[in-house]
């Protein structure tokens, strides 16, 4: 495909003639300081390919590109909104620092990953460009930078804000301004005897060459005078387990100073032979964005290669640098050529660099409830009686759970029986994501040790967890599971558990199927959905996963089950159009999706094609949408709703038509291309009628949530709106209808 630069968006005109896009496309080439002679060989080239009908230009991807958001910039909005609900006055106040502190958490895994990638990709011949908005890797990069530099001033009057609301609270993050002299001695004399010995101040010179900085690590910067008058550059590690971070004045009980702070006002005191000019604290993201297929040792083990890749991470480039004081240009330069980034890839702020202390403050005001959520525990699903046997239960009827307003207890229940039941042959399972203490895994350890055969595909590589996955995998190999480690190119997302049974002298399946993983912490924390079923089409299909995985391959076919990479997208993108056939004749057609993210491009079309047919679109998209809705003549017949609330929406839903004839699927995939055409994926259909009331009812709760929910418009902005009197908080409803069926159970 030939990209046009995206400042103009004119339709093409198919003649000889040098039209305005032409016109801004030389304009562009001459900006970029090509030779003359270069851009004109080019820009014959061009029209002579054009004539001769050797490059097409699609006028019709063209025009789409009004209902297109850039990937990066689409996150980045996703991320202001949970970073909105740390200013939202109807959040309890201790949970504002929550959000504050994930807003952050979320920004650093961005800059790690996603503008790890993309500053990769600057460094290639040949320009990559964003496939919906034609940006190349350094425009991205660019409007991001714009952006947070944007985010990081928000943060800082939101960060202002929650200090003023603390000190009402009774907690206080003080500076030195604010101490008295006595205070400022008692606090000199604590870091003389409780910091400072474990300091290593550096100074940057010949014999001292630019120190490693650690990710995400705290620095202190300083620029300092020699006595005869050059400067000097010296480093401080502010990190260290040995100290608090948050050093209580004993004066003022609830009254704090962050120990970075405390070692930046008496940094003089570790350089006592120098004038210091300048100083601030520092903090480097790294680039995280390594891949195991860079490893091509094929002797080496594979568990061990991802051991040494998690080391590696750890290494790689820096992609932004974060200040809080404001640095002079030389000082930011010199910086730029050591870290070897570019002067934008510096972000200064007035807020503390690492927001992770914000927990301690939590514990400080653990004596004020009105300052929290109101507690809410997970509740026994009123479609299992926990008192018999949850296996003769699933061979009657099919259960859905719901998290976290269901408990997963049941499906650990279940598991156990497995362990133990003698009817049992095998339990197979996928593994992404798992508790450091996980239940789930000492289940499976104990049914190996009472002579089950248990398979589990434990993929190393999921991001930031491979080193608890390693360790876990290592204790299933020692109990005698047999162990898959992913699957070359593709990693395995899905949530997948098979329960092999021989009653009889016949064999029968128990399956679950899930949206998350198969962790307790996050099912008491993210919105999920299990399946668990007796269905034996399902089952099949299930053990034909399980049977490719063994063998190192995919599922090219598949009766009930959705499975990526072979055969999720194609049979998605065929459920719409059965839809938009259905529109064309005059009936409902209808598609409701729940993800997290939208980026595939292909649904994305098929999915502006459904509209322009007629067709109603409602998706819920928690995170990066691609898809502007409601651009006139493409996207009129969509809405997209985002809900960010107390717990973090992960469950995903596919609903093609309404009515009888519906097709409704729970999912591990969300719609980007990584999950439809680079993973092993599951989505598994939802075939009791009461459980599909139970999908529809959440679904079409969160799509009137008017109280965390937020509507975009034709021009990606999420805005509020008011649809319900009083107003709907989905997650509080499903909260209290779990609360309500587990009393009408007992």
Request: proline share 3%.
């Given at each position: 495909?030939?990209y046009?630069?995206?400042?103009?968006?004119?339709?093409?005109?198919?003649?000889?003639?040098?039209?305005?896009?032409?016109k801004?496309?030389?304009?562009?080439?001459?900006?970029?300081?090509?030779?003359f002679?270069?851009?004109?060989?080019?820009?014959?080239?061009?029209?002579?390919?054009?004539?001769?009908?050797?490059?097409s230009?699609?006028?019709?991807?063209?025009?789409?590109?009004?209902?297109?958001?850039?990937?990066?910039?689409?996150?980045?909005a996703?991320?202001?909104?949970?970073?909105?609900?740390?200013?939202?006055?109807?959040?309890p106040?201790?949970?504002?620092?929550?959000f504050a502190?994930?807003?952050?958490?979320?920004?650093?895994?961005?800059?790690?990953?996603?503008?790890?990638?993309l500053?990769?990709q600057?460094?290639?011949?040949?320009k990559?460009?964003?496939?919906?908005?034609?940006?190349?890797?350094?425009?991205?990069?660019?409007?991001?930078?714009d952006?947070?530099?944007?985010?990081?001033?928000?943060?800082?009057?939101?960060?202002?804000?929650?200090m003023?609301?603390l000190e009402?609270a009774?907690i206080?993050?003080?500076?030195?301004n604010?101490l008295s002299?006595?205070?400022?001695?008692?606090?000199?004399?604590?870091?003389d005897?409780?910091?400072?010995?474990?300091?290593?101040?550096?100074?940057?010179?010949?014999?001292?060459?630019?120190?490693?900085?650690?990710n995400?690590?705290?620095?202190?910067?300083?620029?300092?005078?020699?006595k005869?008058?050059?400067?000097?550059?010296?480093?401080?590690?502010c990190?260290?387990?040995?100290?608090k971070?948050?050093?209580?004045?004993?004066?003022?009980?609830?009254?704090?100073?962050?120990?970075?702070?405390?070692?930046l006002?008496f940094?003089?005191?570790?350089?006592?032979k120098?004038?210091?000019?300048?100083?601030?604290?520092?903090?480097?993201?790294r680039?995280?964005?390594?891949?195991?297929?860079?490893?091509d040792?094929e002797?080496?083990?594979y568990?061990?290669?991802?051991?040494?890749?998690?080391?590696?991470?750890n290494?790689?480039?820096?992609?932004?640098?974060?200040l809080?004081?404001?640095?002079?240009?030389?000082t930011?330069k010199?910086?730029?050529e050591?870290?070897?980034i570019?002067m934008?890839?510096i972000?200064e702020?007035?807020t503390?660099l690492?927001?992770?202390f914000?927990?301690?403050?939590?514990?400080?005001?653990?004596?004020?409830?009105?300052?929290?959520?109101?507690?809410?525990?997970?509740?026994?699903s009123?479609?299992?009686?926990?008192?018999?046997?949850i296996?003769?239960?699933?061979?009657?009827?099919?259960v859905?759970?719901?998290?976290?307003?269901?408990?997963?207890r049941?499906?650990?229940?279940m598991?156990?029986?497995?362990?133990?039941?003698?009817?049992?042959?095998?339990i197979?399972?996928t593994?992404?994501r798992?508790a450091?203490r996980?239940?789930i895994?000492?289940t499976?350890?104990?049914?190996?040790?009472?002579g089950?055969?248990?398979?589990?595909?434990?993929?190393?590589?999921?991001?930031?967890?491979?080193?608890?996955n390693?360790?876990?995998?290592?204790?299933?190999?020692?109990?005698?599971?047999?162990?898959?480690?992913?699957?070359?190119?593709?990693?395995?997302?899905?949530?997948?558990?098979?329960?092999?049974?021989?009653?009889?002298?016949?064999?029968?399946?128990?399956?679950?199927?899930?949206?998350?993983?198969?962790?307790?912490?996050?099912?008491?924390?993210?919105?999920?959905?299990?399946?668990?079923?007796?269905?034996?089409?399902?089952?099949?299909?299930?053990?034909?996963?399980f049977?490719?995985?063994q063998?190192?391959?995919?599922?090219d076919?598949?009766?009930?089950?959705?499975?990526a990479?072979?055969?999720?997208?194609?049979?998605i993108l065929?459920?719409?159009?059965?839809?938009?056939?259905k529109?064309?004749?005059?009936?409902?057609?209808?598609?409701?999706?729940?993800?997290n993210?939208?980026?595939?491009?292909?649904?994305?079309?098929?999915?502006?094609?459904?509209?322009q047919?007629?067709?109603?679109?409602?998706?819920?998209?928690?995170?990066?949408?691609c898809l502007?809705?409601?651009?006139?003549g493409y996207?009129d017949?969509?809405?997209v709703v985002?809900?960010?609330g107390?717990?973090l929406?992960?469950?995903?839903?596919?609903?093609?038509?309404?009515?009888?004839?519906?097709?409704?699927?729970i999912?591990?995939?969300?719609?980007m291309t990584?999950?439809?055409?680079?993973?092993?994926?599951?989505?598994?259909?939802?075939l009791?009628?009461?459980?599909?009331e139970?999908?529809?009812?959440?679904?079409?709760?969160?799509?009137?949530?008017d109280?965390?929910?937020?509507?975009?418009?034709?021009?990606?902005i999420y805005?509020?709106?008011?649809?319900?009197?009083?107003?709907?908080?989905?997650?509080?409803?499903?909260?209290?209808?779990?609360y309500?069926?587990?009393?009408s159970?007992e």
């Amino acid at each position: 495909m030939f990209y046009i630069t995206p400042i103009v968006d004119f339709t093409y005109q198919c003649d000889n003639k040098i039209i305005a896009k032409e016109k801004m496309w030389l304009k562009e080439k001459m900006r970029n300081d090509m030779k003359f002679t270069e851009i004109k060989k080019k820009f014959f080239d061009y029209f002579r390919e054009k004539e001769n009908g050797a490059m097409s230009i699609n006028t019709k991807e063209t025009t789409q590109r009004a209902c297109y958001t850039n990937r990066e910039l689409s996150w980045l909005a996703f991320n202001e909104r949970v970073l909105n609900e740390a200013a939202n006055p109807k959040v309890p106040l201790a949970e504002r620092l929550t959000f504050a502190s994930i807003y952050q958490t979320n920004l650093d895994e961005f800059f790690m990953v996603r503008v790890g990638t993309l500053m990769m990709q600057m460094q290639l011949q040949e320009k990559e460009r964003d496939n919906k908005t034609g940006m190349t890797s350094e425009e991205q990069v660019k409007a991001i930078l714009d952006k947070v530099s944007e985010l990081e001033k928000k943060k800082g009057r939101v960060y202002e804000q929650l200090m003023g609301e603390l000190e009402t609270a009774g907690i206080r993050i003080i500076n030195f301004n604010k101490l008295s002299n006595d205070e400022g001695a008692m606090l000199e004399e604590y870091f003389d005897m409780h910091i400072a010995p474990f300091l290593s101040p550096m100074i940057i010179g010949q014999q001292q060459p630019f120190p490693f900085l650690a990710n995400k690590q705290l620095y202190a910067i300083v620029l300092m005078k020699t006595k005869k008058g050059k400067n000097k550059i010296g480093i401080v590690p502010c990190s260290n387990s040995v100290f608090k971070r948050l050093i209580e004045i004993p004066t003022r009980p609830g009254t704090f100073m962050l120990s970075e702070e405390l070692i930046l006002h008496f940094v003089s005191k570790l350089y006592e032979k120098y004038e210091i000019l300048e100083k601030s604290v520092m903090r480097v993201i790294r680039n995280a964005d390594i891949d195991a297929g860079s490893f091509d040792d094929e002797d080496l083990d594979y568990r061990n290669m991802m051991e040494h890749m998690v080391k590696q991470r750890n290494r790689l480039n820096p992609v932004c640098v974060h200040l809080n004081r404001e640095l002079n240009d030389k000082t930011k330069k010199n910086l730029t050529e050591y870290l070897e980034i570019g002067m934008k890839h510096i972000i200064e702020e007035n807020t503390p660099l690492d927001m992770s202390f914000v927990f301690q403050l939590q514990g400080v005001l653990k004596n004020k409830p009105e300052l929290f959520y109101k507690k809410r525990m997970p509740q026994p699903s009123k479609e299992i009686n926990m008192n018999e046997k949850i296996i003769p239960q699933i061979e009657k009827k099919d259960v859905i759970l719901s998290y976290p307003f269901e408990s997963m207890r049941p499906f650990i229940v279940m598991l156990e029986e497995a362990a133990k039941d003698p009817t049992v042959v095998s339990i197979k399972m996928t593994l992404y994501r798992v508790a450091d203490r996980s239940k789930i895994v000492d289940t499976l350890i104990e049914a190996a040790e009472n002579g089950k055969e248990v398979i589990v595909l434990i993929e190393l590589r999921a991001r930031f967890d491979e080193a608890n996955n390693i360790e876990m995998s290592k204790r299933l190999e020692e109990a005698g599971c047999q162990l898959l480690y992913g699957l070359g190119d593709y990693k395995v997302h899905s949530k997948l558990c098979l329960i092999t049974r021989s009653v009889n002298n016949t064999f029968s399946y128990i399956t679950q199927i899930g949206t998350g993983n198969y962790n307790e912490k996050t099912s008491r924390l993210y919105t999920d959905l299990s399946l668990i079923t007796a269905n034996q089409e399902i089952g099949a299909d299930a053990a034909a996963v399980f049977a490719a995985l063994q063998k190192g391959e995919t599922v090219d076919n598949s009766n009930q089950l959705l499975v990526a990479p072979n055969c999720l997208q194609n049979r998605i993108l065929f459920m719409i159009d059965e839809q938009i056939r259905k529109a064309e004749s005059g009936g409902d057609g209808y598609i409701g999706v729940k993800i997290n993210s939208l980026t595939d491009k292909l649904i994305i079309e098929k999915l502006i094609a459904a509209s322009q047919a007629g067709v109603t679109i409602e998706l819920e998209v928690r995170g990066i949408c691609c898809l502007k809705p409601g651009v006139e003549g493409y996207t009129d017949n969509i809405r997209v709703v985002s809900v960010v609330g107390r717990f973090l929406e992960h469950s995903r839903i596919y609903r093609f038509g309404r009515g009888e004839g519906q097709k409704i699927y729970i999912a591990s995939a969300d719609f980007m291309t990584r999950n439809t055409t680079r993973r092993v994926e599951v989505a598994a259909p939802v075939l009791d009628k009461h459980c599909q009331e139970r999908i529809i009812h959440i679904f079409d709760l969160i799509m009137n949530d008017d109280e965390k929910g937020k509507e975009q418009d034709c021009n990606g902005i999420y805005r509020d709106r008011q649809l319900n009197t009083p107003k709907i908080d989905s997650q509080e409803t499903l909260y209290e209808e779990s609360y309500a069926a587990a009393g009408s159970a007992e």
